[in-house]
């Protein structure tokens, strides 16, 4: 059987149907009585549940939190587990294409989702239709399950494990290549100003994105704005100070990265926060803001830097609100797999609060860890060296968080290549549609290798 070609037959129909998926602003917004993530939610899914049943599979809506199509036969299920909301996309925010609408250039597709998570859910629609293709019999029912708030909480994973259950083996192809057998843990928590002068602040545009761009307001004449402007440029950082009658607006750009790795992206919060104090601004959230986070991104402030044989603990500030005169930001913290999170919360007990601002905890998720040689592992490793011929790399920890702890006996495996960036979470999202092509052509031997398990 020549899988890769059977897979390549379908190149068109790839390319037409994730442009279709991309269109969808499925970026989660206020429920409605039929959609509890939002319009663009519930249209992405009804969508792709309409691609599938078109191409034959059962397919079923669970009330539009998630959706499924289904192969085969038996009691056993494998699951492959993505997702179709995505983070949001401004083109102000440095895109060079309209991000919900997908261009394609030199056989690269541009557009929010094309990489997390909407093409790896459409090469997956396709590694389906070739196993159908192919007329194997199947012992086991496989499974593409479809949720719709992965970014901003897998509620919509819950509700499907809630009215289906778990699976029996399982993949979420929604990270990196050849395959993450670990996840760090997760803290979340927002901090808020106790004591400001600050008159307004906003920026960011979720909690696991760094920060690219914030505005805020303060009073004239309470800071240097050469100090101010002497900092920005000597850190290489992007402003604009606009001065009026009474106050000043300050306009700072950073850089967007996912929250799992901020130490890649440039965080405009923090970078605002300590210009004003270099600048002299005296103020007591200024000075919190400052000692507790600063511009690092090893949790140094909140004391709890710490790191494993597997990776160091990150943190990350996304968002920033002021309302009826109290500051509110977003913490997202990541820490490693061999720890709890009693013990981060422990390290942090004595740095949760001062004059000038509190933290808050508004929860926790445990670290996840498959050992290398376990059947799910050493299945899908073997699916990836298959195909690629890759058999140096080795299974990955990440900071970053996938469906993979949401559901049992399931990994991360795609889609992301090896070496490769696809600004995921940032502006000018892409993926070469060679690439798409070869992660369904692994998904069809990892789908046929669990298969083969008891």
């Known amino acids: 059987m020549d899988v890769k070609a059977m897979v390549s037959g379908y190149r068109n129909e790839l390319v037409n149907k994730l442009a279709e998926l991309v269109a969808i602003r499925s970026v989660e917004s206020e429920p409605l009585p039929d959609a509890p993530f939002g319009a663009g939610p519930r249209d992405v899914l009804l969508l792709a549940l309409k691609m599938l049943e078109e191409d034959g599979f059962r397919t079923v809506n669970l009330d539009n939190y998630a959706g499924y199509a289904e192969l085969g036969e038996g009691d056993q299920v494998i699951g492959v587990i993505g997702h179709l909301d995505v983070v949001p996309a401004v083109q102000e925010d440095g895109w060079h294409t309209d991000p919900f609408r997908a261009e394609i250039k030199d056989g690269i597709m ?21 196993i159908r293709d192919l007329g194997v019999p199947l012992k086991k029912r496989i499974r593409l399950i479809m949720g719709t708030n992965e970014e901003t909480g897998s509620r919509g994973l819950a509700y499907y494990v809630a009215k289906e259950g778990h699976v029996d083996y399982g993949f979420t192809p929604d990270g990196e290549f050849p395959l993450v057998n670990g996840e760090k843990g997760m803290v979340g928590a927002v901090y808020r100003s106790k004591s400001t002068q600050i008159l307004n602040v906003e920026g960011g545009t979720a909690r696991n994105i760094v920060c690219p761009r914030v505005n805020a307001e303060v009073r004239r004449n309470t800071y240097s704005s050469k100090k101010l402007s002497d900092y920005f440029n000597n850190n290489n950082i992007d402003f604009s100070i606009e001065e009026k009658e009474d106050r000043a607006v300050i ?13 890649l992206g440039v965080n405009a919060i923090s970078h605002l926060f300590a210009g004003l104090k270099e600048a002299g601004l005296q103020d007591p959230f200024v000075d919190f803001y400052c000692s507790h986070f600063g511009t690092s991104t090893d949790g140094s402030g909140l004391g709890c830097a710490c790191s494993d044989d597997y990776g160091a603990l990150t943190e990350n500030n996304g968002m920033i609100r002021m309302k009826d005169g109290v500051i509110e930001g977003s913490i997202d913290i990541r820490f490693p797999v061999t720890m709890t999170s009693r013990q981060v919360l422990k390290m942090m007990e004595d740095r949760m609060e001062d004059d000038g601002g ?11 860890y498959f050992p290398p040689e376990s059947q799910l592992v ?15 790399s080795t299974p990955l920890v990440i900071g970053g968080g996938t469906y993979a702890k949401g559901i049992h006996n399931t990994v991360a495996f795609g889609c992301a290549f090896p070496g490769k960036d696809y600004h995921i979470h940032d502006a000018d999202e892409w993926v070469s549609i060679e690439d798409l092509l070869k992660q369904a052509e692994i998904y069809v031997h990892a789908i046929l290798r669990l298969e083969e398990l008891n």
Not at 251 to 263: L, M, N
């Open 251 to 263: 306009t700072v750009f950073g850089k967007a990265a996912h929250a799992s790795t901020p130490e």
């Open 110 to 130: 541009y557009g929010r989702g094309v990489s997390d998570d909407k093409g790896a859910v459409v090469a997956s629609m396709i590694a389906l239709k070739v």
């Open 358 to 368: 509190a933290v808050e905890v508004i929860g926790t998720v445990e670290p996840l």
């Open 378 to 392: 050493t299945s899908l490793m073997a699916a990836y060296q298959e195909v690629t011929g890759d058999t140096e």
